[in-house]
């Protein structure tokens, strides 16, 4: 066994645990917690398939940004614990049953594959692949015009956030 | 070397860990985090077959997800704020007025 699969095997079990912690913590404050590890782990993930610019992003971005905005939000409102689940109502246990049969099929699809090692590249890709030098490259030539989009973007969401916010306006 | 269907197995497991978090869990906050991890799990589809077949351009649909998921973000917690400030609640099932 090579370590890199050890790793992967690592990543992902604690990643499906942080995960299932998100879902099933009675505290949101525990949850919020849970989703910041469940970040980690996955950035872990990226950088063993060699995506080590969009996994610092992940911890800058998700880990640092997101989750601050989130645990801000929890402790505003001080909220206390909640019951994790309500009733099992017939949507709910019918929710639960369609997504049990999602992953199902999901597998079975996925498992069909060639589960083979990925392709090799060639040198010269493998050494700039995944870079923060080549990823600036590609959006700033070829994805110029949604970079610039997804600015505005970020922008109207903050303008909005502030006047949703806001008590009275 | 890490067969790229193992990677989009746990993407798929993880979407409907989220999916499933997303039906059942009543807390609006929490509801918000269960779509983070399905997310996630889409940028961890899209930077599997962006290393299958050596494009970065999966990397860049990363990128565009996470801006999107911080702006859908700030939104979600700002509705979050001016509804629990309106009904005195952030559980789903108390939030009714549209439902008729």
């Known amino acids: 066994m090579n370590i890199e699969l050890i790793l992967f095997g690592a990543f992902a079990l604690l990643t499906l645990l942080s995960a299932g912690t998100v879902i099933f913590a009675r505290s949101p404050i525990n949850s919020a917690m849970a989703l910041v590890s469940t970040f980690f782990f996955l950035a872990g993930l990226y950088v063993l398939l060699w995506a080590h610019t969009v996994a610092v992003l992940q911890i800058m971005v998700y880990a640092g940004a997101i989750m601050v905005l989130f645990l801000f939000v929890i402790m505003l409102l001080n909220l206390g614990e909640s019951p994790t689940r309500g009733k099992p109502t017939l949507a709910r246990v019918l929710g639960g049953a369609a997504t049990v049969g999602l992953l199902v099929v999901l597998a079975i699809v996925l498992l069909k594959l060639p589960a083979g090692a990925p392709p090799t590249m060639s040198a010269a890709t493998q050494a700039t692949f995944g870079t923060m030098a080549t990823l600036g490259q590609t959006i700033f030539t070829q994805w110029l015009l949604p970079f610039e989009a997804v600015s505005l973007l970020l922008l109207v969401a903050m303008v909005g956030a502030v006047v949703v916010a806001k008590s009275r306006i | ?100």
């Open chain 2, 1 to 100: 070397m890490v067969p790229i269907p193992y990677y989009l197995l746990l993407a798929a497991a993880l979407f409907c860990m989220g999916m499933f978090g997303v039906m059942v869990r009543r807390n609006a906050l929490v509801v918000f985090m269960c779509v983070e991890l399905m997310l996630n799990a889409a940028n961890l589809t899209f930077l599997a077959f962006a290393r299958m077949h050596g494009d970065v351009i999966g990397h860049v649909s990363a990128f565009f997800v996470i801006a999107v998921a911080a702006s859908e973000a700030a939104i979600g917690l700002a509705i979050v704020i001016a509804v629990f400030r309106s009904r005195g609640s952030v559980l789903v099932e108390d939030l009714r007025t549209m439902k008729h």
